[in-house]
């Protein structure tokens, strides 16, 4: 039987019901094994366009087809097919009656209303994809790996994908579960769901589909100006007076300062998200400090509620609190068995919010470190948590996205100016609530930074333009090391060329806890050894300053690079195939990417390297050293690269 409207196909294959729609310049199918199909948006949640669209129930002997954005999904048999100009973009898995396999496969679970889905498509020799956010053992290229769709620290599940044969692919699902890109098969699961819900367009170049999915899924917020700069950061700054001296001391040296920030436990207790008096006694007074010498102050928050914090009875009683299904209602173990807030419930994201404004925004303090975001468990048993809109297993990874629209709604209901906050996780849709995101808790190590590399591209691909990484990895790096000193150098050359320019990690040797001689609050918690540009010596100061000095020349173009991002959805850091999806070499290059439309960043990821191979497309390219311009076809060119210089191209 088929049903169909102005903008879509509703069939019924037996016991399956499947809905066929025009969704913003693509193709929405969502499918359910018995009963309706459940009105759940999750990130398809944008207002959809007046578009030209076209409906076929067969009745006319030209097919049975819904067709939108140049993108045709044509119904054969029992599964779909979609193409464009008559050719083949994509097709879900049809198999011989004989195995007895289906493209959309069900378990439902027994006694409930939700059910495991696995839903199958064709693999295509030669076919390059990309996306689907941040992972640590993935390539850039992700054909023939397998993806846990879940959130970690340092791994972010962006379920998009991005294909060289001009499709993009959105699984509109946050449901726990695998995607697995085989030689033979490509297969998405979900571990407990309501629906089959995934959304195709297609487009001519990657910026076309990259406009398609930031206009169905919601446009990145735009980048303030003033925040484009150094930001400061480092394990922790443990008192007032320690982060003063710091800002001070730029403010000496002549050294423009954006933003300074304070790490976690300047608080007493996890959930409190208040100034510990101990060691934070003037928060007004620091503010104003700040502000004078143009200086703004982030604070971290987690979303950790220790039972022992004064606002747990108001989170608790509120029902606010992410629930357990058996035992304690402890989801976290640090420094305390602590819960987690639900940022899924309306109520709760209203009521943690309105602590931050108490406690924070009297001061003027208006950025937030949205650290722990995924949220991180202990046990990641996805089964035993579960939030107000549903169990973890069925909704978890829309969680950081929740965890970002808390502050961002608060603060644009404020009137808050100028909205960007760091966050440690992300899924479809975080850029339109002020997120910042940043890879996580990484090691100090070139292989690390190789990782964060093709982590970047991926996550431009996924749909995130603002990204970054800490500079010089988090852990294991000893502020005397000589290895560790060049990779520093190295990657703050290569943060040069990010959304935003941040000095943070957890440098060695560390300061432990009893150094303070206290068990609460500022002194409960280890500090790193200092992080600032001055503190690897001079060599390393004097490059790095040069950076910074090349960085705040280039703030005009940083800016106009974040505000294109925002209105057309390509990435700030952009793998090569965005600027040059014809050259098929672009398709496979991991180690370097475009800047914005003119500039090609090749970093160094090897140590000791003083020179490395860069890809150049067909074009006359600049070297931002100076010096005679290279024109190549297409080929790759042996360049220097001396510690204080990574290998820059302006396009002509």
């Known amino acids: 039987m088929i049903t169909k409207t102005e903008r879509s196909l509703s069939l019924n294959f037996g016991h399956e019901n499947i809905k066929i729609e025009a969704w913003c310049g693509g193709i929405r199918v969502r499918a359910v094994p018995i009963g309706e199909i459940p009105d759940r948006d999750f990130a398809l949640t944008e207002k959809l366009p007046p578009e030209d669209v076209r409906v076929s129930d067969g009745g006319n002997g030209d097919g049975v ?328 297993l069925e909704v978890g990874n829309i969680y950081p996205r929740m965890h970002s629209m808390m502050v961002y709604d608060g603060q644009r209901e404020d009137g808050v100016a100028d909205i960007l906050n760091l966050v440690r996780c992300a899924w479809v849709g975080s850029p339109k609530y002020g997120a910042l995101v940043w890879s996580g808790d990484i090691e100090s190590s070139f292989r690390e930074m190789k990782v964060q590399l093709r982590n970047a591209l991926n996550m431009g691909a996924a749909g995130i333009p603002y990204w970054i990484s800490d500079t010089g990895g988090f852990y294991g790096g000893n502020v005397n090391d000589p290895v560790f000193r060049e990779l520093l150098v190295r990657w703050f050359q290569w943060a040069t060329f990010s959304p935003v320019l941040r000095m943070h990690g957890d440098r060695q040797p560390n300061i432990g806890a009893l150094a303070w001689g206290t068990d609460k609050g500022g002194g409960f918690c280890s500090s790193g050894s200092p992080n600032e540009l001055w503190s690897y010596g001079e060599e390393v100061h004097e490059i790095l300053k040069s950076y910074l000095d090349l960085r705040e020349s280039m703030r005009a173009y940083i800016k106009r690079t974040a505000d294109e991002s925002a209105a057309s959805g390509l990435p700030m850091m952009r793998a090569m195939y965005m600027e040059f999806p014809e050259d098929a070499e672009c398709w496979r290059l991991e180690d370097e990417y475009m800047f914005g439309a003119d500039y090609l960043v090749a970093p160094v990821t090897e140590y000791g390297a003083r020179e490395r191979d860069v890809y150049l497309p067909a074009g006359r390219w600049a070297p931002l050293s100076g010096g005679e311009a290279l024109v190549s076809e297409g080929e790759r060119f042996r360049v220097p690269a001396p510690l204080g210089y990574m290998p820059v191209f302006r396009r002509a």
């Open 65 to 392: 087809f819904v067709e939108c954005g140049g993108l045709r999904c044509e119904v054969h048999g029992d599964h779909l097919r979609f193409t464009k100009d008559g050719r083949t973009l994509l097709e879900e898995a049809s198999y011989p009656w004989s195995l007895r396999l289906r493209s959309r496969a069900y378990r439902t679970h027994a006694g409930g209303d939700t059910f495991s889905v696995t839903v199958r498509f064709s693999a295509y020799d030669g076919e390059v994809l990309h996306g689907m956010g941040q992972y640590r053992d993935a390539k850039c290229d992700l054909k023939g790996t397998s993806l846990e769709l879940a959130h970690r620290n340092s791994q972010i599940s962006v379920p998009f994908l991005l294909s060289s044969r001009g499709y993009g692919f959105l699984w509109n699902n946050p449901a726990i579960g695998r995607a697995t890109f085989a030689e033979n098969v490509t297969e998405w699961y979900a571990e407990s769901t309501r629906a089959v819900d995934y959304w195709v367009c297609a487009g001519d170049t990657p910026a076309e589909i990259m406009a398609k999915y930031a206009d169905a899924v919601g446009h990145a917020s735009p980048l303030p100006e003033s925040l484009l700069g150094l930001w400061q950061c480092k394990l922790r700054y443990r008192t007032q007076e320690e982060l003063l001296e710091v800002a001070r001391e730029y403010h000496r040296r002549g050294i423009k300062l954006d933003v300074i920030v304070i790490d976690f436990f300047h608080w007493i207790y996890q959930g409190d998200w208040d100034f510990d008096p101990e060691y934070w006694p003037d928060p007004q007074a620091m503010v104003d400090e700040l502000s004078s010498m143009g200086t703004r102050l982030m604070v971290s928050v987690w979303p950790t509620v220790d039972p022992r914090s004064k606002n747990y009875r108001g989170f608790a009683d509120g029902g606010y609190l992410i629930r357990t299904e058996r035992g304690m209602p402890a989801v976290m173990d640090f420094n305390g068995q602590v819960g987690i807030y639900d940022a899924t419930n309306p109520g709760a994201r209203k009521f943690a919010y309105g602590i931050l404004k108490q406690n924070y925004g009297k001061y003027g303090i208006d950025m937030f470190w949205l650290d722990e975001a995924e949220p991180e468990y202990t046990v990641t048993d996805y089964d035993h948590y579960r939030h107000y809109i549903g169990s973890s």
